[in-house]
């Protein structure tokens, strides 16, 4: 057969079913050997690479053209895809980051095993005429580094060749030795160990058969490793919504890391028969420096024991109580150079609820929240962050935190107080959490004001215990306010000149020869008023889009008078004017949360 660069021929004259799980390795194995053609050669001509492409990389899994492979091969699309990785990208997130980069993107250690995983009884054949001649398939699961057994025949996956071999790099091909057309899809692929080095990928092949292979005192997963790995496995199928198996597999991933960052601590955990290999993988992260906590094994013995241990861990009914247990393990180390809370930061937002709770208070022990370094209080769980106005509800502030006496910085309070409430529900830094909030326009590190601080400086036990209490009431509250979805509706909000004129009509005239103003400046506050109104926020925060359509010396006009407008607006004793234009504008807001509860579209300006 000719060789093709893209799909444009005509279809293989014989081609094969897919194979239930098989991969698309496997598949092309099956098909080159059926048709007496090299794996390479086969992959030209059905254009999944170029003429000139003389490597099968993994990277086919995610970059499978299956509407062409489709037609090539007379498969449907669907049984194309299923060769492929990409159905479980909404399930398995290092899929999902990777199809996000280019082919020459950073690598993600969770995608590809560094050596081929297989099952010898799988690939041996279940004895079908299907699977008589070509073997069985060669399963698109086994190059995840979470599969680790087979629940079908009860074993652990093994990874390479029994043969020893000179390798100067780890094998991410997803075939070796693609011009090799003499082999039978089960045997390895790996060079011979005798090869000349000049013969390059040309020379001959290993050709043991993986499929054949006996060994005596092998090791075997016991009953909790085969329950874990089908736990694992569930959650790739459609048992489990997609949110609950990034969650999932993103806790396991960061636990993971915990388990080598505190061992032997929690060797409990793992089973016995796996706990030599993990303690070899522990010390192949660093020579025991654990600075390399995010890599999983190669050995799926060692997987086994360390994911196992990580679903035992996640399931455990005190798991708060056993991550603080671990992290005293490590806190000798400087709080910069732990590398858990590294992996932590870069996993949280993807990580369950359970996971980000229980990790908090073994988190901010690492964290500085303050140029005084303070320390957040314990996370006690239940509302989120999105519960969190930007400025503490009066009432909170009035019944937890008024008793404490800030002599005059109660702003300073609200909004420390709101930080902190977000850092407890997160784990996010102070800076981060001030920004999710929006009061840290200007970046930076957030910090409370200097009256604030020196009341801290003696007063830091009462604050800590009044937040906890206020934690608390929250935790049991039925219907919480979405703050943040307020925020982000009125983000590119304020009073449309229609709906400003409307509420100017309807104030009572004011008596004399003199009027209020009543132009696009005051509009402009009173747009911020009705946002801090519906938001819980602080005008000074609010969006200014009338003011920043403006020319720069009429913006720096109307900055200097907008404190006097907040004030007659907001002052308790008001004029009747400035009284009963904040009453139609508290309306309006009233209207606005009706709509933003409700899902309701309104007009932005």
Request: aromatic share 6%; hydrophobic share 35%.
């Amino acid at each position: 057969m000719a060789d093709s660069a893209t799909p444009t021929g005509r279809p293989l004259s014989r081609s094969l079913e897919p194979l239930p799980g098989e991969s698309l390795g496997g598949y092309l194995l099956r098909l080159a050997h059926r048709l007496h053609l090299s794996p390479i050669r086969l992959a030209r001509r059905i254009g999944v690479v170029t003429p000139a492409t003389t490597r099968l990389a993994c990277r086919l899994l995610l970059d499978l053209e299956s509407d062409g492979f489709a037609r090539m091969t007379r498969l449907s699309n669907g049984e194309a895809l299923s060769l492929a990785l990409v159905p479980w990208a909404d399930r398995y997130p290092p899929i999902a980051r990777a199809l996000r980069r280019s082919v020459s993107g950073s690598r993600e250690d969770w995608l590809f095993n560094d050596f081929p995983r297989y099952c010898p009884q799988c690939l041996a054949g279940d004895g079908s005429p299907d699977q008589q001649g070509y073997g069985g398939p060669w399963k698109k699961l086994w190059h995840l580094p979470i599969v680790f057994a087979c629940p079908d025949h009860r074993v652990f996956l093994r990874h390479g060749c029994p043969r020893p071999h000179q390798l100067r790099r780890t094998i991410t091909d997803l075939i070796s030795q693609t011009a090799d057309s003499t082999l039978h899809p089960a045997k390895c692929r790996l060079p011979a160990v005798d090869r000349p080095r000049s013969k390059g990928r040309t020379g001959p092949s290993c050709g043991v058969r993986l499929d054949q292979l006996e060994r005596d005192g092998e090791p075997r997963p016991d009953l909790t490793t085969l329950s874990a790995q089908q736990r694992i496995l569930e959650f790739l199928g459609p048992g489990h919504t997609a949110e609950d198996a990034v969650a999932y597999f993103t806790d396991l991933r960061v636990l993971a890391a915990f388990l080598c960052a505190s061992w032997p601590l929690g060797h409990e955990l793992v089973p016995p028969g796996s706990r030599e290999a993990v303690d070899a993988h522990v010390h192949t992260l660093g020579a025991g420096q654990r600075q390399n906590l995010d890599q999983p094994p190669r050995d799926s013995v060692a997987t086994a024991g360390i994911l196992t241990a990580a679903t035992r861990l996640r399931e455990a009914l005190n798991l708060r109580d056993l991550l603080d247990q671990h992290t005293q393990a490590v806190r000798n180390s400087r709080p910069s150079r732990i590398p858990w809370t590294r992996v932590f930061d870069r996993h949280e937002s993807t990580c369950s609820a359970l996971v980000r709770q229980a990790a908090a208070p073994a988190v901010r022990a690492y964290r500085r929240t303050g140029p005084r370094g303070t320390r957040l209080p314990d996370r006690t769980g239940g509302y989120r962050v999105e519960h969190i106005p930007a400025f503490l509800e009066e009432r909170w502030y009035q019944e937890h935190l008024t008793p404490l006496q800030f002599d005059g910085a109660a702003k300073s309070v609200r909004r420390l107080a709101a930080v902190r409430l977000v850092q407890q529900a997160s784990g996010r830094a102070q800076g981060d959490a001030a920004d999710f909030l929006g009061i840290n326009p200007a970046g930076g590190q957030f910090t409370a004001t200097n009256t604030l601080l020196q009341w801290l400086k003696n007063g830091q036990d009462a604050f800590t215990t009044a937040l906890h209490n206020l934690a608390e009431e929250l935790d049991r509250a039925t219907d919480p306010t979405n703050y943040q979805r307020r925020r982000e509706v009125l983000r590119d909000w304020s009073l449309p000149s229609e709906t400003w004129n409307e509420i100017i009509t309807r104030l009572p005239p004011v008596p004399g020869p003199v009027r209020p103003n009543l132009d696009d400046r005051v509009r402009q506050e009173a747009s911020a008023f009705v946002w801090a109104y519906v938001t819980c926020g602080e005008p000074l925060y609010a969006p200014r889009h009338i003011e920043a359509a403006q020319p720069p010396d009429t913006r720096q006009s109307w900055q200097q008078r907008r404190a006097n407008t907040w004030f007659q607006l907001s002052r308790p004793h008001a004029l009747n004017h400035y009284a009963a234009l904040r009453g139609l504008l508290c309306q309006h807001g009233d209207a606005l949360i009706e709509k933003i509860e409700s899902g309701t579209s309104m007009p932005i300006r």
